[in-house]
Nanobody
Framework: QVQLVESGGGLVQAGGSLKLSCEGS?????????MGWFRQAPGKEREFVAA????????VYADSVKGRFTISRSNAKNTVYLQMNSLKPDDTSVYYC???????????WGQGTQVTVSS
């Protein structure tokens, strides 16, 4: 079993910042998993945001968030973070934490946390 629990969502004005956290746990959770974030806005498909390897040595970002979002990990805490700066109304979505054995292969999902950016 693997559990992913997100926190840190909320309401922010355009141009503001938020930091999301996601802690992994469970009997079969593997700290060597790639961990990352997807998001889904109402009426749209879920889309990739960012992902990081164990210890954050390798990271990947969607073009839409490059230069504004930063993903990082604390392996001691089995936690992945997403620092979101210069937020735009288009960033409004439910953000989901994910984990899996490699980039592009995500087997586990959190429940999601709402991020709302007002104009």
């Amino acid at each position: 079993q693997v559990q992913l629990v997100e926190s840190g969502g909320g309401l922010v004005q355009a141009g503001g910042s938020l930091k999301l956290s996601c802690e992994g746990s469970g009997r079969t959770f593997n700290n060597y998993y790639v961990m990352g974030w997807f998001r889904q806005a109402p009426g749209k498909e879920r889309e990739f945001v960012a992902a990081a390897s164990y210890a954050g040595g390798s990271t990947v970002y969607a073009d839409s968030v490059k230069g504004r979002f930063t993903i990082s990990r604390s392996n001691a805490k089995n936690t992945v973070y997403l620092q979101m700066n210069s937020l735009k109304p288009d960033d409004t979505s439910v953000y989901y934490c994910t984990a899996g054995p490699r980039f592009g292969e995500y087997d586990y999902w959190g429940q999601g946390t709402q991020v709302t950016v007002s104009s």
